[in-house]
């Protein structure tokens, strides 16, 4: 009998330590080496989902939607896409602006206490989580379009670094409430983004590439080496390349960056936003191959989406085959700023069409995909 319970004692051993990688995956070099099991699993999802296609992702997709808000319908499943096509996207983007100054509500009156639960529902529901950080400006208090040069003074040594550093201390409380089931749920954050246009504290002309990439390091390592968050996938996602960008101008290091994204949408000039698409995201990949990472559409869209049959005729030709593990749509706000159809919309039946082509993947989809 005792040699039976130790029997079935090593066969439990043997299968729970069973390793996630293989011959087709294999293990990656992560920033974190103490990174959750949880977060392991997501980047190997990440990886199988590329490999069948790509998960569809929106911003704010529980929170609000056109004429509707999450606080009136705690009890129900409620998305614009579900009352499309009763099914969840399954990238669901949130932001953390306004956290660092201890607000209870983020830039867009999310309450925080509310995203946390629509986060853990949505990890629940076996949907991916992907968080950005509009984070105010730490010299002037502007918002994050305020482009008052301030990096330089958060970095170590700075006139704001104390104030950095309490802004850090705030996102990582969050980051570690995030759990369910006492297991934390793996996040892909996505800071500092679009650094190569001017419009943000951060961006091109408001500090300098060596600032910048001090900053993220920086961040990483209080993160990480501080605040011992565990349960991030950091990813890197300029905004579309002019003809004189350089994708990695600003790039961290492969040390300090899990996957590589790119932000393009699509400003009513279809051909040129084709055209930005298609070789953008030929270079994201070009880098994400050459360096063993993965790689997105990090953020895109098509403002109140006029454009006739967009998502069947511009989008998805463009990153059909392109190997992209995810693309996000920004959010919808209301009939003036949205990028969704949602249910009576003139581009409904097209997303419709979309979401049957054979490479769009929402949450049922990617549910039947197990690292």
């Known amino acids: 009998m005792f040699r039976k319970i130790i029997s079935i004692v090593l066969v439990f051993t043997m299968l729970s330590c069973k390793s996630i990688y293989t011959s087709d995956?294999?293990?990656?070099?992560?920033?974190?080496?103490?990174?959750?099991?949880?977060?392991?699993?997501?980047?190997?999802k990440l990886?199988?989902?590329?490999?069948?296609?790509?998960?569809?992702?929106?911003q704010d997709c529980t929170s609000y939607g056109?004429?509707?808000?999450?606080?009136?319908?705690?009890?129900?499943e409620k998305s614009d896409v579900f009352d499309m096509i009763e099914d969840q996207p399954s990238v669901y983007g949130f932001d953390i602006g306004w956290i660092e100054k201890g607000s209870d509500i983020n830039l867009d009156s999310v309450p925080f206490d509310l995203m946390r639960n629509l986060i853990i529902d949505a990890h629940k529901k076996g949907g991916i989580i992907t968080i950005s950080w509009h984070a105010d400006n730490p010299v002037s208090s502007g918002d994050s379009w305020d482009q008052t040069p301030a990096v330089a003074n958060i970095l170590?040594?700075?006139?704001?670094?104390?104030?950095?550093?309490?802004?850090?201390?705030?996102?990582?409380?969050?980051?570690?409430?995030?759990?369910?089931?006492?297991?934390?749920?793996p996040i892909i954050f996505r800071p500092f983004h679009e650094m190569n246009g001017s419009w943000f504290w951060w961006g091109k002309g408001n500090c300098?590439?060596?600032?910048?990439?001090?900053?993220?390091?920086?961040?990483?390592e209080l993160l990480r080496d501080k605040h011992s968050v565990n349960n991030l996938l950091y990813t890197y996602s300029p905004n579309k390349l002019n003809p004189d960008d350089n994708y990695m101008t600003y790039y961290p290091g492969d040390d300090f960056v899990d996957i590589l994204g790119s932000d393009i949408y699509d400003f009513n000039n279809t051909e040129e936003y084709i055209n930005s698409v298609v070789n953008d995201l030929a270079i994201v990949k070009s880098y994400a191959t050459?360096?063993?990472?993965?790689?997105?559409?990090?953020?895109?869209g098509l403002e109140k989406i006029p454009t006739t049959n967009w998502f069947t005729e511009v989008l998805y030709p463009s990153i059909k085959d392109s190997g992209i593990s995810w693309i996000l749509f920004w959010r919808n706000h209301d009939e003036k700023h949205h990028y969704m159809p949602y249910k009576g919309h003139t581009n409904e039946l097209d997303f419709k069409k979309f979401k049957a082509l054979p490479e769009t993947l929402f949450?049922?989809?990617?549910?039947?995909?197990?690292p």
Do not use: C
């Open 290 to 300: 050459e360096k063993g990472k993965l790689f997105a559409f990090t953020e895109t």
């Open 25 to 44: 995956y294999k293990k990656p070099n992560l920033v974190d080496n103490k990174i959750s099991e949880s977060s392991k699993l997501l980047r190997k």
């Open 208 to 220: 300098t590439t060596t600032e910048y990439k001090t900053l993220w390091h920086q961040t990483v």
């Open 47 to 58: 990886f199988l989902i590329s490999k069948k296609g790509f998960a569809i992702g929106h």
């Open 363 to 370: 949450l049922k989809d990617i549910n039947l995909i197990n």
């Open 66 to 76: 056109m004429g509707w808000n999450k606080a009136d319908y705690l009890d129900v």
């Open 156 to 185: 170590e040594g700075g006139v704001h670094r104390e104030k950095y550093e309490l802004w850090i201390g705030r996102v990582a409380s969050f980051f570690k409430s995030l759990k369910y089931n006492d297991t934390e749920i």
